[in-house]
């Protein structure tokens, strides 16, 4: 085999090696770890359900027991919960940064997304889809209690 | 009838702009038939054309007027060229004005339609005209053309162009450049700005022009290039245009039915509304133009380096026959990607399995793009001029953009940064260091020819790429590892938490300010020293 078409073929197989790789781990984390992504609501969701609004420009969690609370999330450590998303008006997105918990509010499309808070302290959580005049104050804390 | 001041002032401008007007055509047809050589002058317009396109052309605003390939080219430079400035400017705008954790200089509305031009024109305005200039410039020699039929198409849809991008900036939309349905459609300061249609037209209108010139670069390439160059050995520019018109050509109209949805929205909500549809329909419409322009934007890009690297290094491209398949598979997978923007939109499992592959898979003609290059740098030896610092610190950009970029295309890594500055960082190592940086190192490469026959301040070129280059890595660094930390993007004010990230990207923001404004100051320099040297350059040589 020429020298040259042997270079070109190892860096196209060393290429398809490290990206198959990489597709792989990332498929088998979306068909294991589902509930850990965004998906549409329904079915029946793990853990504690907490209703999540978006609207311009304040984030509302609404907790089972009727607790409204606006900007502040407030957890309990080692506890699973389902978030469900939705929106009054523009497209929001919601997303907690420790917690790797991103998931957009959009009008008539509510989605939900599961995670399980494991250590105790104050986190940041933000709107990340540009929403209008004050997008940038539409962010909050999440407390985790033990 | 009494004798009307006003009547007689209105009718004498009219007459003085009439007389103006003749007279600008009359020297602009002087300007054209000097050009010409005596054989052409009788000849006619398609023939005196194609031979004006073939031709060394400096840079004159008599473009403007007349409507060759290569004036048509002319004009788009010049106006991308604005509209980079103004895009520019904005851009280092909201770099200072982030200085503080609050909005400090800027109010937020202030923030969000420098936000909205920024985008817009930078994409639109720059990206796109930049390539299109190159593209009606280039062509012509590269291909020596036989004949340059469709010139007033051309010019029309140059104009369509121009007025797109004052609509872009004169409409103070606040929608940013995706224009999301609910947002645009809230006609106030609040929400997408009360002009916003304006700015949506203005889209319109550039799209319309972009698709156009795309056809006209198909037909350029595959009817009216002379017959002795066969399409086996066409240059690798060439094929990098063939690559994005059929892009554009396939993608675009999708978002343009999108934004003509929106408008029709703002009047009767039907579209996106209601039962069967929800916002995130104008969502999925605009991201399949909304990824390939990002690739519309890198692919010739790549034909430049393609061609000139060989230039620099003394070597032909290592493997032309792995760069035009690499280049026709970029063309084919970066269409397949474009649902990667909407991972966390809740549009399923299903949906995240087949574009993050999908993106995975559009790295692979990525990396044989580069290797090539690699190993053509690898076979030479390097003569470092400017436009060749440029190439390398393309290269080098690229490679840590695509890296950045890939890592995106996990969807667990993406719940974490999607939305945040490492997303801005990203795009920006390719927009600024392959975009930018290619379309300078090719004005550095034509300028002898743009200003027939003079030679550019070399000291200030390097100050500019050195400021360019280095300012991107000092704006950008820290927006990657800020956007690993959670710090959102668009916004204009943060939390406290995130204050050295952006300060250290305000100084990186100014340093590239300061390096355009070095680049300008030594254009407009050296463009009227006497002339010195040939007006030939190396990117045309097989023209001659």
């Not at chain 1, 304040?58 to 409204?68: D, P």
């Not at chain 2, 600008?24 to 194609?50: C, G, H, I, W």
């Not at chain 2, 104008?282 to 010739?300: E, K, L, N, Q, S």
């Not at chain 2, 491209?317 to 966390?344: C, D, E, K, Q, R």
């Amino acid at each position: 085999m020429k020298s040259k078409t042997l270079f070109e073929l190892i860096w196209i197989v060393a290429v398809l090696i490290i990206l198959t790789y990489a597709a792989v781990a990332n498929l088998s984390y979306l068909s294991t770890q589902q509930q850990n992504i965004a998906n549409p609501a329904g079915g029946d969701p793990p853990g504690v359900l907490i209703n999540v609004t978006g609207y311009q420009w304040a984030w509302q969690f609404t907790y089972n027991n009727g607790t409204v609370m606006t900007d502040k999330l407030v957890l309990v450590a080692n506890t699973t919960y389902t978030i469900v998303v939705t929106s009054k008006d523009v497209i929001h997105d919601l997303y907690i940064p420790q917690f790797g918990v991103q998931v957009y509010a959009v009008a008539g499309h509510p989605n939900k997304v599961s995670f399980t808070p494991n250590k105790p302290g104050t986190y940041i959580m933000e709107c990340v889809e540009y929403c209008g005049e004050f997008h940038y104050e539409m962010r909050g804390e999440v407390v985790v209690l033990s | 009838m009494n004798f009307s001041f006003e009547l007689a002032i209105f009718g004498s401008t009219i007459a003085v702009l009439i007389i103006m007007g003749f007279l600008l055509y009359f020297f602009v047809q002087d300007y054209r038939k000097s050009l010409l050589s005596k054989e052409m002058e009788t000849a006619p317009k398609e023939q005196a054309n194609a031979y004006l396109s073939r031709i060394r052309r400096e840079l004159s605003f008599s473009a403007f007027i007349m409507d060759d390939s290569k004036s048509i080219g002319i004009r788009y430079l010049i106006t991308s060229l604005a509209f980079f400035f103004i895009a520019g400017l904005a851009g280092v705008g909201m770099r200072i004005s982030l200085w503080y954790p609050n909005p400090s200089y800027l109010t937020p509305i202030q923030y969000n339609i420098l936000l909205t031009e920024h985008g817009t024109l930078m994409l639109y305005g720059w990206a796109t005209g930049s390539i299109l200039g190159l593209g009606y410039y280039l062509l012509p020699s590269l291909l020596k053309i036989k004949k340059d039929s469709l010139g007033v198409l051309n010019s029309i849809m140059y104009w369509f162009f121009a007025v797109g991008g004052l609509l872009l900036i004169f409409s103070k939309s606040t929608a940013s450049w995706y224009f999301y349905y609910p947002l645009t459609d809230q006609l106030t300061q609040a929400g997408g700005g009360q002009f916003s249609f304006a700015a949506l037209i203005g889209v319109l209108f550039i799209l319309t022009a972009t698709c156009v010139a795309s056809i006209i670069f198909l037909k350029m390439i595959f009817l009216d290039r002379d017959e002795k160059i066969r399409i086996s050995s066409m240059s690798l520019f060439v094929w990098s245009i063939v690559a994005t018109a059929i892009l554009i050509i396939s993608s675009a109209p999708i978002s343009m039915i999108a934004d003509g949805m929106v408008i029709y929205d703002l009047i009767n909500p039907i579209y996106f509304t209601g039962a069967n549809s929800t916002a995130l329909g104008y969502a999925i419409m605009f991201w399949f133009w909304g990824h390939p322009i990002v690739y519309v934007a890198v692919i010739p890009a790549f034909g430049l380096i393609y061609e000139l690297l060989p230039k620099y290094v003394g070597k032909p491209v290592y493997s032309y026959s792995s760069g035009v398949i690499a280049l026709l598979l970029l063309m084919i997978f970066s269409g397949t990607v474009w649902g990667h923007h909407l991972f966390n939109s809740g549009l399923g499992t299903l949906w995240d399995m087949i574009f993050s592959t999908t993106s995975f898979i559009v790295a692979i003609p990525s990396a044989i793009t580069v290797f090539n290059w690699i190993a053509t740098i690898w076979s030479g030896k390097v003569k470092l001029t400017l436009p060749m610092m440029f190439i390398l610190n393309a290269i080098v950009d690229f490679i840590i953009g695509g890296v950045t970029g890939v890592m995106q295309s996990d969807v667990g890594v993406n719940a974490l940064i999607h939305g945040t500055y490492w997303v801005t960082a990203h795009f920006h190592f390719i927009l600024l260091g392959v975009t930018t940086g290619m379309a300078f190192a090719a004005i550095y490469v034509l300028f002898p020819t743009f200003t027939g026959g003079r030679r550019y301040n070399s000291a200030m070129g390097k100050l500019h790429f050195y400021l360019t280059a280095g300012g991107t890595y000092v704006m950008t660094i820290p927006w990657a590892l800020g956007g690993f930390e959670g710090m959102p993007r668009r916004v204009a004010g943060y939390f406290g938490i995130f204050q050295s990230y952006q300060d250290a990207a305000a100084i990186g923001g100014v340093i590239l300010g300061i390096g355009q404004l070095i680049f300008l100051i030594n254009f407009v320099y050296s463009a009227y020293k006497p002339v010195t040297i040939s007006n030939d350059n190396i990117l045309e040589e097989a023209s001659s």
